[in-house]
């Protein structure tokens, strides 16, 4: 890429997918280290799935960007921080069901060989700027998260149509007491929080794909207003984290390799039709060997039904309609990809409509 970020040569994304045999375990990235599928200096994110309860005391997800972390800070040479500004560590949380823990590690180098006959995964990674407490949950997010994975798009050659999935960490600023009471009494309470910061953010996606517009928003929508959402976002929130991380999904004429992507929105968590429908898309059959990753949000609806009859997954005081919900997801997409590798991240404030979500599909190109 240019100084300026435009992007001057054909590159191309590899991935290597692997199970898991616990939080810490990388014997899976050393491993496609060791045979040359990816090269530590052109990695640039990881997504996967462990086993904890996904909840704000599920020390699961730190304990896999600690262990992965260090794997890049001896083959790099670089400090635990150094290695989170150059690769995205996206872990979730939950494998309730079916899920197998596993990873998926995504690689971006230069592509040299003949040019591919349709367009190929493109994969940007970044950050938004710094945010206040006061902006989270509020047009503020909104607007900086949509900034920033347009700028994204554009550097890899991405037009906001073909963008098809936009992982996100959103940010959750700390707030000293004193900060919080003056905003309470400023009549403006802090929204610094996991729905919030998850909804502002999937807003910014929806803004930046064209699929809402800037002018249908307000402060006063946010987590209001189930009929804006993205089809291509995937957010979860992490407290005391100042910036949101972004890594974005994209199709490019511009890329090499044998990779694609493409996504659907699922309308409730019971639609295997939309799963069908992608996979026809993709030409890919259960069980397909070609699948490299799939990526879908979950909601319990928070109307309290499902396809018009009452569920108990908000009332249930013994589990969570976290784990319920992300329990069914899994075993509906899981079931007719014939694969159990399946990453669901739950919670789904507008990402896509309410009691639905997005689920993208990565696979290799036939």
């Not at 199970?19 to 090269?39: C, I, K, Y």
């Not at 990881?46 to 996904?54: D, P, S």
């Not at 699922?266 to 996979?279: C, E, I, T």
């Not at 919670?347 to 036939?366: F, I």
Request: charged share 25%; proline share 5%; glycine share 10%.
């Amino acid at each position: 890429m240019s100084p300026t970020g435009a992007l001057t040569r054909r590159l191309r994304t590899r991935a290597v997918r692997f199970d898991t045999r616990g939080p810490s375990d990388v014997a899976g990235l050393e491993t496609a280290f060791e045979r040359g599928e990816l090269t530590p200096e052109s990695v640039v994110c990881l997504i996967g799935k462990t086993e904890g309860n996904g909840g704000r005391n599920d020390f699961t997800r730190e304990l896999a960007v600690r262990a992965f972390s260090q794997v890049f800070e001896r083959r790099l040479g670089l400090s635990a921080t150094e290695v989170e500004e150059r690769i995205v560590l996206s872990f979730s949380g939950g494998t309730e069901g079916v899920v197998t823990p596993h990873v998926v590690a995504f690689a971006v180098e230069p592509d040299d060989g003949p040019a591919p006959p349709g367009p190929r995964l493109a994969i940007g990674v970044g950050m938004t700027r710094a945010f206040e407490p006061h902006e989270i949950g509020r047009m503020a997010q909104v607007d900086e998260t949509a900034r920033a994975i347009a700028e994204i798009a554009a550097r890899c050659g991405v037009a906001p149509g073909d963008v098809h999935l936009v992982q996100m960490k959103g940010a959750i600023p700390s707030y000293s007491y004193e900060e919080g009471l003056a905003a309470e009494r400023a009549g403006r309470p802090l929204r610094s929080n996991m729905v919030w910061s998850r909804a502002a953010s999937a807003l910014g996606a929806a803004v930046a794909t064209g699929e809402v517009s800037r002018s249908a928003l307000s402060d006063d929508v946010i987590c209001q207003d189930g009929s804006l959402y993205s089809t291509t976002a995937s957010c979860s929130a992490k407290p005391g984290m100042g910036r949101t991380e972004l890594v974005v999904f994209g199709q490019s004429a511009a890329w090499g390799g044998d990779l694609v992507v493409d996504h659907t929105v699922l309308l409730d968590m019971l639609d295997a039709a939309a799963v069908d429908a992608l996979m026809a898309r993709l030409g890919l059959r259960s069980g397909d060997p070609r699948l490299v990753g799939a990526f879908a949000k979950s909601e319990a609806d928070p109307r309290g039904t499902l396809r018009g009859h009452r569920h108990t997954m908000l009332t249930d005081d013994d589990i969570s309609d976290t784990r319920y919900s992300r329990c069914v997801v899994a075993a509906v997409v899981a079931s007719r990809l014939g694969d159990p590798r399946v990453y669901v991240s739950t919670r789904a404030e507008h990402h896509g409509p309410d009691g639905g979500g997005p689920l993208a599909l990565v696979v290799r190109a036939t």
